[in-house]
């Protein structure tokens, strides 16, 4: 741990933007780009900002502190609608509210000169980066593929690669009593991961919980063409994933209804059942 970094609080950058990942995954993350060299850094998955402000402040901590972070989300619903409170979800644009958020964030941190945000599908905005660029923090939706197309000729040799949520696992998400999303992204992401690995286009440092730290190889020099490369292997792998019981975890929307009726049939189940026949979910018991 550098003397700068003991004064950078990233317990308070995971709070302050309900981050995902551990501070020691974020400050992972500073350590990474305050070693970075010439070129803006690019991240796929700004998400609410928490590792925008790592990479903003390991841009400021290294020899080229005038650099930036260009940063691309596509403000999927999933990641912010949980925060509405409001009875119709569907009715009301939550998108200009969740970019404030994030930029509030980010400005809590003194870090909105060291970042550019663009918000909308990347493959669409791509343009926007001229590159070289001396960085990739990839969080976004698991296609990495496609990211790896879009910014991997622009990437100097020897650049940090970050790719999070890189476990070969499924999970199953539970929101609501008759809905659950199933997420292969950390799969999809292990599995092309392993890929760009064993096809020599990436190095693994280290892995710090499920985030990957590596770097583009020094010996990639020459630009490489990824509409020739085969990923329908890799996207087939993904077909049947095997869910452990114990990855069935209650979603953030219906969560707390949830939680309540669990805990209400474990310790009570005569007023359990009770409710449930007032509601008509179950016939009263016959006289007889």
């Given at each position: 741990m550098t003397e700068q970094s003991k004064t950078i609080n990233f317990s308070q950058v995971k709070d302050k933007c309900a981050g995902m990942l551990e501070p020691e995954v974020y400050e992972s993350i500073?350590?990474?780009?305050?070693?970075?060299?010439?070129?803006?850094?690019?991240?796929?998955?700004?998400?609410?900002?928490?590792?925008?402000?790592?990479?903003?402040?390991?841009?400021?901590?290294?020899?080229?502190?005038?650099?930036?972070?260009?940063?691309?989300?596509?403000?999927?619903?999933?990641?912010?609608?949980?925060?509405?409170?409001?009875?119709?979800?569907?009715?009301?644009?939550?998108?200009a509210i969740f970019i404030q958020q994030i930029r509030d964030n980010i400005a809590a941190f003194e870090m909105q000169d060291k970042v550019v945000l663009h918000f909308g599908a990347v493959e669409n905005l791509h343009s926007t980066v001229d590159g070289p660029i001396s960085g990739l923090l990839l969080d976004a939706d698991g296609a990495i593929d496609r990211d790896f197309k879009l910014f991997y000729n622009m990437l100097r040799p020897g650049s940090p690669v970050i790719i999070d949520d890189f476990d070969d696992s499924a999970h199953l998400?539970?929101?609501?009593?008759?809905?659950?999303?199933?997420?292969?992204?950390?799969?999809?992401?292990?599995?092309?991961?392993?890929?760009?690995?064993?096809?020599?286009?990436?190095?693994?440092?280290?892995?710090?919980?499920?985030?990957?730290?590596?770097?583009?190889?020094?010996?990639v020099a020459q630009p490489v063409d990824f509409n020739a490369m085969d990923f329908i292997p890799v996207?087939?792998?993904?077909?049947?994933?095997?869910?452990?019981?114990?990855?069935?975890?209650?979603?953030?929307?219906?969560?707390?209804?949830?939680?309540?009726?669990?805990t209400l049939q474990t310790r009570t189940p005569g007023l359990y059942k009770a409710l449930r026949r007032i509601m008509g979910r179950t016939p009263a018991p016959s006289a007889g």
């Open positions: 500073y350590h990474a780009m305050s070693h970075s060299d010439d070129g803006d850094i690019v991240e796929v998955g700004t998400a609410r900002g928490a590792a925008t402000i790592a990479l903003a402040f390991g841009i400021a901590a290294s020899a080229r502190p005038e650099r930036r972070v260009i940063s691309f989300d596509r403000l999927d619903p999933q990641n912010y609608i949980e925060d509405a409170n409001v009875v119709d979800r569907t009715t009301i644009d939550l998108s998400w539970r929101w609501s009593n008759n809905q659950i999303r199933v997420d292969l992204k950390h799969r999809l992401t292990h599995q092309l991961g392993r890929f760009f690995i064993d096809q020599g286009l990436l190095e693994q440092s280290h892995i710090v919980r499920n985030t990957f730290f590596g770097q583009k190889p020094h010996a996207y087939r792998s993904i077909l049947f994933s095997n869910v452990e019981r114990s990855e069935v975890p209650i979603g953030p929307v219906y969560g707390t209804r949830a939680v309540a009726v669990q």
